[in-house]
């Protein structure tokens, strides 16, 4: 048995895996892990089909050719070297990732800042948490959260604005779901433009229009303070600033009707907001990436922030602003100092103490003097010329950074492209000159932070595969090829945690919040057997630390919190006649950033298997555009296909798009190319949440479903594609049909074989065709075109890949496209945790389940991680 935890959001799970039947694993929540006490999510309880080797780089290459580990070690280190001696410290980068382990991480910015002394070493962080830091460190003078997840439980009113945290954040979600049960009076208001499964149970909607948030909050602190609610004795003694953040909320959002008429909101509904707010002493404000991914996000952390500061809910038990952080290991990155404004230990880079005390330490030859290249910026060198050499590690910018199309011909002209990583083709990985295999989760050993400063252990229970080795271990090799040897002499992670804890401690007499000196000497045991723990951990602490700042000292100058004047500002991405729709991108329930990992899971697959585009009824009606058609969104960077998902969840004038989608899963899915990279003036973060687009029907001839055991190249207009069980499922479609089906088919799913079975249907004159390839009586693929969009349920046609040999019957059912009678035609599945779909619970109802508690009692549907308890209520309205 081995405790471990999750690769998947910052929530920070603990996960207990042993060894079941055979190869399979056993992969459970571990109850006794503060973050989770058991609970899992239908991501974490899928990991176990996503830890085989399928496309996985094993070994290292130089231009696609394989090679040696030395061999590519030494064309780094020579890379590297040329282009400093030719260009300059500055022509060299680095792009990291919240994937990655603190360990490696800390090694990766050793390097970079402080022995090739440049700041040019940024992370996907950037993407996610960079306005949540920016604000902590204008409000409080560090980057340090507040709360602790059991403030949760302890509120009497928690705010969800900009979080889907029910999808997102599901076993958050559920210790409040949890929480409300236990106690009828915790209030839940959800501040968000959609209406999301966190909404379910929601005592207040506020669907705001996009990007109003602090107009919101702003009227919020005019509100409170017009109320008395100011803590007088809090501001006076532990604040500075509060009259000028009154003033700019004052001069915008003056009052309840001025700020319902910016946000698109009904008074009343506003009113409500404020009065449950203004009653309320404990409060959690939780946001996530709706208020970080934004121009103007650090504002808006920064107006939510200010409001606690006002009421002095903040550093108590069940109050606080609270970032739920997207990654597993963001915030472990923030404390090695991965992002390209920070030192290591969440010192100031722009400080000269601050330097050299690091440089000190290390006892590097160089320092960075300056903050390096934010994500976007960094992209931007690349494209003209500036870097020269880009190191990508556990990543994926050509799918998720904005202007993505940029981002791709940008690496395609770069001289020097590496890239590490566990998967052999992703978007990015095909434009590296040098690949390296990297150790994948369950495969590395180190530790991670999550949302509550929790340190937790990430262990080993798979041994590594092929040549692949740890991050810190790739980058150390090349530091030392680069005449760094004595500096990166480490010979496991518990050696690097053990100087990173040092150095968090070194000089540090409580100035600076991020403090685990008390773990500076652990032995290797004792690291191999860290319990979970939320720093600061120190002499004084040395169990750690629940929340910050309850005796109201802050890490400013003077040890106050500072109040931050806050002027709204509208979203860049402007709206127009060619541009009309506001487009929205995120996550979805079941899958993760660009589906590397969540990809390979047929469950995880099944609830969501093609990318789609959400609008308004009423924006569809106007577009003639109909529930399930494909559709093309536009803007002025580029154009992807999916299909449309029509929905009153959506405001009107809205569109939203799931970012997962790429070139290995869809035609042209990547939302990414569509986002101007429009970014926040204090953190760089990139404008996510709010593009401009427009849409239109794309004119289809013809309709395709094919499922094979192989990974196929349909081409088409478009295609998309999805992992089910034993197989690949695609839909396609086109805007000209081929010339002859049996030919086109034949050559996509027979290639140069000719000795296989093969039966085939066509009525050409209908359009329709239906072909199936069989090896040895086996299903081995099985083609459906249509000249409209109703295609079988793929549900029975999964079973038959299940078969050894088809029957008479079941080919008969091949031809004809019908199942046979009694075959499973259940649609969706809807509860990932237990494979429950869509027709088993209508089969419930209408047996006489008619609650959420009787449905799970019938199917099991609803008894997992609850983040499909929304959808399933919404088949009981119906």
């Not at 696609?64 to 030719?86: F, K, Q």
């Not at 976007?376 to 590690?393: Q, S, Y």
Request: proline content about 5%; hydrophobic content about 40%.
């Amino acid at each position: 048995m081995i405790k471990t935890t999750c690769p998947y959001c910052g929530t920070g799970c603990g996960l207990i895996v042993e060894a079941g039947d055979g190869a399979t694993l056993s992969i459970k929540g571990d109850p006794e892990h503060p973050a989770n006490y058991g609970r899992l999510c239908s991501k974490g309880a899928a990991l176990g089909e996503t830890v085989d080797l399928d496309g996985r780089l094993l070994q290292p290459q130089i231009n696609g050719t394989p090679v040696a580990w030395d061999e590519a070690l030494d064309a780094i280190s020579e890379g590297l070297r040329t282009t400093i001696a030719r260009h300059g410290a500055d022509a060299v980068a680095f792009y990291v990732s919240g994937q990655l382990l603190t360990e490696d991480y800390y090694v990766a910015n050793k390097l970079m800042k402080g022995y090739i002394g440049s700041a040019n070493i940024d992370t996907n962080s950037r993407l996610c948490m960079a306005s949540s830091v920016a604000g902590h460190k204008r409000a409080f003078g560090s980057d340090s959260v507040p709360c602790s997840y059991e403030d949760l439980e302890r509120a009497k009113l928690i705010v969800l604005v900009g979080s889907n945290a029910a999808w997102c954040h599901p076993v958050l979600y559920q210790r409040i779901v949890q929480a409300r049960r236990d106690n009828p009076d915790l209030l839940l208001a959800v501040i968000d433009p959609r209406r999301t499964a966190s909404c379910d149970g929601a005592d207040l909607h506020l669907a705001l229009a996009p990007g109003s948030d602090a107009a919101l909050f702003n009227g919020l602190l005019t509100y409170l303070h017009d109320q008395g609610e100011e803590n007088a004795l809090f501001t006076t003694h532990h604040t500075q600033g509060m009259e000028d953040a009154l003033a700019a909320a004052r001069q915008g959002s003056p009052d309840i009707d001025a700020v319902a008429a910016q946000c698109d909101l009904d008074p009343a509904s506003v009113r409500e907001f404020y009065r449950l707010y203004s009653r309320t002493e404990r409060v959690v404000t939780v946001y996530s990436q709706g208020i970080n991914q934004s121009s103007s996000g650090t504002d808006k952390v920064n107006a939510i922030i200010n409001c606690h500061l006002l009421t002095g809910r903040i550093g108590r038990p069940g109050m606080g602003p609270f970032s739920f952080t997207g990654q597993p290991n963001a915030m472990g990155g923030r404390e090695v100092g991965g992002l390209a404004n920070q030192l290591a230990a969440h010192m100031n880079i722009e400080d000269a103490q601050s330097r050299a005390l690091v440089q000190g330490f290390w006892q590097s030859p160089h320092i960075a003097a300056q903050p390096g290249l934010k994500a976007v910026d960094l992209f931007r060198a690349v494209e003209d010329g500036t870097v020269k050499a880009i190191w990508i590690m556990g990543t994926n910018p050509v799918v998720s950074l904005p202007e993505a199309d940029r981002v791709k011909a940008a690496l395609e002209r770069c001289p020097l492209v590496i890239v590490s990583d566990c998967m052999a083709d992703t978007d990015t990985v095909r434009l590296a000159h040098i690949r390296l295999p990297a150790l994948a989760w369950g495969e590395k050993d180190g530790t991670v932070t999550n949302s509550e400063r929790r340190i937790s252990r990430q262990r080993a229970f798979l041994a590594a595969p092929g040549s692949a080795k740890p991050d810190w271990w790739i980058v150390a090799q090349v530091a030392q090829r680069l005449g760094h040897g004595a500096a990166f002499a480490w010979d496991s992670p518990a050696a690097i945690f053990r100087e990173h804890a040092a150095l968090s401690g070194h000089d540090n007499d409580g100035r600076r919040a991020f403090d685990i000196g008390a773990l500076r000497d652990i032995d290797d045991d004792t690291y191999a057997g860290l319990r979970p723990v939320q720093w600061p951990v120190t002499k004084a602490a040395p169990r750690g630390t629940a929340r910050l700042f309850g005796d109201g000292r802050f890490h400013t100058a003077d040890g106050r919190a500072r109040f931050i004047a806050v002027t709204p500002q509208p979203p860049r991405a402007a709206l127009d006649g060619q541009q009309p729709l506001r487009l929205n991108t995120g996550r979805l329930r079941d899958q993760w950033h660009t589906m590397t990992r969540s990809g390979k899971s047929a469950r995880l697959s099944s609830h969501d298997p093609e990318p789609c585009a959400a609008l308004h009824p009423r924006d569809a009606a106007r577009l003639a555009i109909d529930d399930g058609a494909l559709v093309q969104v536009s803007s002025p960077h580029g154009t992807v296909v999916m299909r449309a998902a029509v929905s009153d969840t959506q405001r009107p004038g809205d569109i939203f798009v799931p970012m997962h989608w790429n070139d290995r899963y869809t035609a042209q899915g990547r939302i990414n190319t569509l986002i101007s990279a429009h970014t926040d003036p204090h953190s760089g973060q990139p404008e996510s949440k709010h593009g401009s687009a427009t849409v239109a029907p794309l004119p289809v001839a013809w309709h395709g479903l094919l499922l094979s055991r192989r990974r196929l190249q349909p081409g088409g207009a478009y295609w998309s594609c999805n992992r089910i069980a034993g197989a690949w499922r695609y839909r396609l479609a086109g805007t000209a049909a081929p010339d002859a089906w049996p030919a086109q088919a034949r050559a996509l799913l027979c290639a140069a074989e000719q000795d296989v079975g093969w039966i085939e249907y066509q009525d050409q004159a209908g359009g329709r065709y239906r072909a199936a390839r069989l090896v040895n009586g086996r299903l081995e693929s099985c083609l459906f075109i249509t000249p409209t969009p109703e295609l079988p349920d793929s549900s029975w046609l999964e079973t038959l890949f299940a078969a050894e040999v088809l029957d008479t019957q079941q080919r008969h059912s091949l031809l004809t496209g019908r199942a046979p009678q009694g075959s499973d035609t259940g649609g969706a599945v809807i509860c990932a945790c237990h494979g429950i779909r869509a027709g088993t619970i209508r089969d419930a109802i209408a047996a006489g389940a008619a609650s959420m508690e009787a449905i799970g009692n019938v199917t099991k549907a609803g008894t997992g991680c609850g983040s499909c308890v929304a959808e399933i209520r919404g088949m009981l309205r119906a």
